[in-house]
């Protein structure tokens, strides 16, 4: 399990995409699992080096790369949100995917092309935007979370059909928590989930979500999952 020492403290979709923790999700092998075309990270990506954008301008499929980034387009939604949702992708953590990369693989491996979370974490640090953050997601079916929620997923969090959050890249981490220090800045009394919180047959992300929260930022959530 991952230890908060090690991590830098700064629709009816989801339905289909939820397997049994100790199950394979897919079956087939690995050697088709992991698409050998599939982009490799070769470069060591730093957060916050890269120029501010302008909210306006931001697309799905556009990348975050700063704290500044992540702060400007939360503030920059007009639908109102109380909490953040934590997800993986449930797939390997050796395919790079990217969001058009995803897209790809749902509508392949679960007949469907929506992959619905707002924010992904791809495994080289960067945020990519992959619903629009106004845009009311169908990420999970515990619909009274839906309106005022924004999801967030690690990209990966499998290796060799099980889940395993732990082969999650460092610089992952340090982006979540980044991301998640600038939604309490914006919102001190804001909530943040696991996706097996608000869904008892959900079992991603795959860690203590709450405790998480509680440990990096002193924050308890204080509302019912009901």
């Known amino acids: 399990m991952v230890e908060i020492e090690d991590i830098e403290t700064e629709s009816t979709v989801e339905e289909n995409?939820?397997?049994?923790?100790?199950?394979?999700?897919?079956?087939?092998?690995?050697?088709s699992l992991v698409d050998p075309s599939t982009k490799a990270y070769t470069t060591?990506?730093?957060?916050?080096?890269?120029?501010?954008?302008?909210p306006s301008e931001v697309s799905e499929g556009d990348y975050i790369e700063t704290s500044e980034e992540i702060e400007t387009y939360l503030r920059s939604c007009y639908r109102e949100?109380?909490?953040?949702?934590v997800y993986n992708t449930k797939t390997d953590y050796r395919?790079?995917?990217?969001?058009?990369?995803?897209?790809?693989?749902?509508?392949?491996n679960f007949d469907t092309s929506e992959v619905p979370f707002?924010?992904?974490i791809l495994q080289d640090g960067r945020i990519q935007v992959c619903q629009n953050i106004n845009t009311v997601s169908n990420h999970t079916t515990a619909t009274n979370h839906l309106d005022r929620s924004?999801?967030?997923?690690?990209?990966g969090g499998f290796k060799n059909g099980y889940q395993d959050i732990d082969t999650c890249s460092p610089a992952q981490w340090k982006t979540f928590s980044k991301?998640?220090?600038?939604?309490?800045?914006?919102?001190p009394g804001g909530q943040v989930w696991g996706h097996s919180d608000i869904n008892d047959k959900a079992f991603d992300p795959?860690?203590?979500?709450?405790?998480?929260?509680?440990?990096?930022f002193g924050s308890r959530n204080t509302l019912t999952v009901d």
């Open 206 to 216: 795959g860690f203590n979500v709450v405790s998480y929260v509680e440990k990096a």
């Open 44 to 54: 060591s990506f730093e957060f916050d080096k890269n120029p501010v954008f302008k």
């Open 95 to 108: 395919q790079k995917f990217e969001r058009q990369d995803l897209i790809n693989w749902y509508r392949e």
């Open 118 to 120: 707002h924010f992904l």
């Open 179 to 187: 991301f998640l220090k600038m939604f309490y800045t914006i919102l």
């Open 81 to 85: 949100y109380t909490e953040v949702v």
């Open 17 to 31: 995409l939820t397997p049994s923790p100790t199950s394979v999700s897919l079956n087939r092998g690995l050697d």
């Open 150 to 155: 924004i999801s967030i997923a690690f990209v």
